[in-house]
């Protein structure tokens, strides 16, 4: 058990339907990362957070946005979903913000657009 | 443009020899390496790091390695095991951009 939780941990809906996910790190980690895994793909880095601050941003689509809050859980919002946006999505956490550190993975949300 | 390559989908190895995952990148700029290893229904767990200033680093079973000019790096399991059975990613970073860059994995399976 890494610490990092995230709910759901199915979601099936429609297209053209929004969608939010929650993440809440360990205790006492302040930086939270979102990444998108589609089948056969490797982690793509959507977003990070700092703090309540966004700190660095990748591949994340328009439709996508993410927030983190004062209490630091963070929710990845996804809307007018396509079917291509079926995937895992995991949240890590990490005590600092440097790169030179440990992150620690979530169990994912199985996100299904039918 | 994927920046950081794991070019085998899969490998197989027998308990007890040695398993040797490798990952090429490409961005001269990223200068901290991790690996992780996935389990179906988890969440990626930390392995093994390794700063551009080393080219080696040991944690028990797991080596990693280095090679800057090649822009390479290797994650060597010895002895194999079953329960390392898994998909690896190994993953870059640059100073100050705050994001790791995943390759696609390697999914190993140890044969008993």
């Known amino acids: 058990d890494s610490g990092v939780t995230q709910t759901p941990k199915h979601l099936i809906t429609a297209t053209g339907q929004r969608v939010t996910l929650r993440c809440s790190p360990r205790?006492?980690?302040?930086?939270v990362y979102w990444y998108q895994q589609s089948l056969d793909q490797g982690l793509q880095f959507l977003i990070q957070?700092?703090?309540?601050?966004?700190?660095a941003k990748g591949n994340i689509l328009e439709r996508f946005s993410a927030q983190q809050f004062p209490d630091l859980h963070s929710e990845l919002n996804l809307s007018s979903l396509e079917l291509g946006d079926s995937a895992l999505y995991f949240c890590?956490?990490?005590?600092?913000?440097?790169?030179?550190?440990?992150?620690?993975f979530g169990p994912g949300t199985r996100l299904t657009v039918l | 443009d994927q920046q950081v390559k794991q070019n085998s989908p899969s490998l197989s190895v027998q308990e007890g020899r040695i398993s040797i995952l490798n990952c090429d990148y490409t961005?001269?700029?990223?200068?901290?390496f991790l690996w992780y290893k996935k389990y179906p229904a988890e969440g990626p767990t930390f392995l093994i790091s390794?700063?551009?200033?080393?080219d080696k680093n040991e944690d028990g079973r797991f080596t990693v390695f280095l090679n800057k000019s090649a822009k390479h790096l290797s994650l060597h399991i010895v002895p194999s095991q079953p329960g390392d059975s898994a998909v690896y990613f190994c993953?870059?970073?640059?100073?100050?951009?705050?994001?790791?860059?995943f390759g696609t994995g390697t999914r190993l399976k140890v044969l008993a």
């Open positions: 993953a870059a970073s640059a100073a100050g951009t705050y994001k790791y860059i």
């Open positions: 205790s006492g980690d302040l930086s």
């Open positions: 957070y700092y703090n309540g601050e966004e700190r």
């Open positions: 390794i700063s551009s200033i080393k």
């Open positions: 890590a956490s990490s005590e600092r913000l440097g790169s030179y550190n440990e992150q620690f």
């Open positions: 961005n001269s700029m990223f200068d901290y």
